[in-house]
């Protein structure tokens, strides 16, 4: 069964950290990843999309990172500010479908 | 482009009434998607369609739901009758090409927040 899932569940940061968000998946056979962000009480927006061969994408104070093998990706936020609070969720495209993992509710703190 | 248009934005009904939710996909994309979300569950696809036919339905959690996609540029998911444990934001979304490109992009509007009585 493809499973995504992401640690952690929530994280709290003082403005100005860097953070790493986790996302695996359990079937390595993907075509793209997508990094999504959803500000409450909205639709989700694309930040990042990895594809199979790529190991890592990069917008801004953004970057992600891809390991096919061992069913990992990263979200790297440097120098986080109040405006990134939000939950992110990452998207594994098999070919037709997109699983997506269940999010990580980030708050960063003025 | 407009971008994925969902409508209504937001929709308050009474238990056992029908509801209809439509949904418009970004021109020229050839996939649609009905997602779910709620706390518990997180986002679950309920259903995807390509090329206007319906590709995988199970995740349709049971026979008061159904779905259809008429033509190219219009969706529609139905619950009938509704219930209290339907309430969610029910988003729609849509992709290109279908399938079998690595870089395939998903594009969500904005949902519809449903909420049943």
């Known amino acids: 069964k493809q499973e995504v899932t992401q640690i952690p569940a929530a994280l709290s940061v003082p403005e100005g950290e860097n953070l790493v968000l986790n996302c695996s998946f359990t079937d390595s056979a993907i075509y793209n990843l997508q990094w999504f962000r959803q500000d409450p009480g909205k639709g989700l927006t694309s930040l990042l999309l990895i594809q199979s061969s790529q190991r890592e994408q990069t917008s801004g104070r953004l970057n992600a990172s891809l390991d096919k093998s061992s069913g990992r990706s990263t979200l790297y936020i440097a120098a986080s500010q109040p405006g990134d609070s939000a939950t992110y969720l990452c998207?594994?495209?098999?070919?037709?479908?997109?699983?997506f993992g269940p999010g990580t509710r980030l708050s960063v703190l003025p | 482009d407009a971008g994925v248009i969902q409508s209504p934005r937001h929709e308050v009904t009474e238990m056992g009434q029908e509801v209809t939710l439509r949904c418009k996909p970004i021109?020229?994309?050839?996939?649609l998607f009905w997602y779910r979300q709620t706390m518990m569950r997180g986002l679950e696809l309920l259903i995807y369609?390509?090329?206007?036919?319906?590709?995988?339905d199970s995740g349709m959690p049971e026979d008061r739901f159904s779905a259809k996609m008429p033509n190219a540029s219009f969706s529609t998911l139905k619950i009938q009758p509704s219930e209290p444990r339907d309430s969610a934001v029910y988003f729609c979304?849509?992709?290109?090409?279908?399938?079998?490109?690595?870089?395939?992009?998903?594009?969500f509007g904005s949902g519809t927040q449903l909420s049943v009585l």
């Open positions: 021109s020229g994309h050839n996939s």
């Open positions: 998207a594994v495209f098999y070919g037709q479908n997109f699983v």
């Open positions: 979304a849509s992709s290109l090409r279908g399938g079998l490109s690595t870089n395939e992009k998903l594009f």
């Open positions: 369609f390509n090329n206007n036919v319906p590709i995988d």
